[in-house]
């Protein structure tokens, strides 16, 4: 038995976590999945999220799995791969991880063992491509640049030639890679797997979907690999573990203030699970131009985690 592996990669707050959860909701995976999951951040959120979804799940929290926890990142899928009871391996990388080295590090080991290679997604969060490109091109750009899928988020909160500047300057960095731009809730996740999932060895062509491009190669996808010498130190994290109730009022007016970038940092990513009143549970998903919150089942306490470069801690700290 062939076991396929597939990675979700994407920068803090594109929205990877969301799209495997939708994927797993769906059953999209009906075979035995194991999840190995690498978050960035003192305090994990996604793994409590995703345990409700009863799949096996190995957590790596101590580092980037591309680089400082690279032997427990390869450690862990050799011992997922030689125990011989799962048939999807699926990989969800930190947000700074370099998309470039892991596929180097899942390719090694199809050589000695009976794995294959399967979906190389990109998430990115069209509303914040712009900035983050400019911004954070190292961690940035080698995700997209590496993909063979591109799966843009939040498409519906931009207008048609927005996405369109976007479309274009990820096609200027990667010819290659199929990217789709229908609003997620518009599509299955067996319609999203199945357009990543399809043959990129046909003649080359442009094929409609409704909103959704799909690019067919006329070659097999092939990536380069440069050394991984990313800098961890540029971003850092805070996070808590808090019985606090936090009213849906009181986050908005939080996350509102926590974009002064003087007083607390550059703020690019903050997620958690709160309640917000009595018998009311929430989860949210704060990036610099969107703050989601959706309704959640109770858990044992609060975990609020903030994300983002030269943060200033203290100030935050008293925010909260």
């Known amino acids: ?116 290679l399967n979906l190389v997604i990109a998430a990115v969060d069209v509303t914040m491509y712009e900035e983050f490109v400019n911004l954070f091109s190292e961690f940035y750009e080698d995700q997209v640049i590496h993909a063979s899928t591109v799966i843009l988020s939040r498409t519906q909160s931009v207008t048609k030639e927005e996405l369109q500047q976007v479309v274009s300057k990820i096609r200027e960095i990667n010819e290659k890679a199929r990217i789709i731009t229908t609003p997620w809730d518009d599509l299955s996740g067996v319609e999203l797997i199945g357009l990543s999932e399809a043959d990129g060895r046909k003649e080359a062509g442009i094929h409609k979907l409704d909103d959704v491009d799909l690019i067919e190669l006329d070659q097999e996808f092939d990536h380069e690999h440069g050394e991984s010498d990313h800098d961890h130190d540029f971003f850092s994290s805070w996070g808590i573990e808090t019985p606090k109730e936090y009213p849906v009022e009181t986050l908005e007016k939080l996350f509102s203030i926590l974009k002064n970038e003087e007083l607390y940092g550059k703020v690019v990513r903050s997620k958690g699970i709160v309640q917000a009143e009595e018998n009311r549970w929430i989860e949210f998903d704060f990036v610099p131009k969107q703050f989601e919150i959706r309704e959640s089942e109770p858990q044992n306490t609060g975990r609020i985690t903030v994300i983002g470069h030269a943060l200033n801690k203290e100030n935050i700290i008293n925010l909260f």
């Open 1 to 116: 038995m062939t076991i396929q592996i597939d990675i979700f990669s994407g920068f803090f707050g594109a929205g990877k976590t969301t799209l495997i959860k939708k994927l797993i909701n769906e059953k999209v995976y009906s075979k035995k999945v194991t999840l190995i999951e690498n978050e960035f951040g003192e305090i994990p959120i996604d793994g409590a999220f995703l345990k409700k979804f009863n799949i096996e799940i190995k957590e790596i929290k101590a580092g980037c799995i591309c680089c400082s926890t690279v032997n427990d990142f390869n450690n862990t899928l050799k011992e997922i791969i030689d125990s011989k009871e799962t048939e999807r391996i699926i990989i969800e990388p930190s947000g700074v991880g370099k998309l470039s080295e892991i596929v180097k590090i899942v390719k090694k080991l199809e050589v000695n063992n009976d794995v294959k």
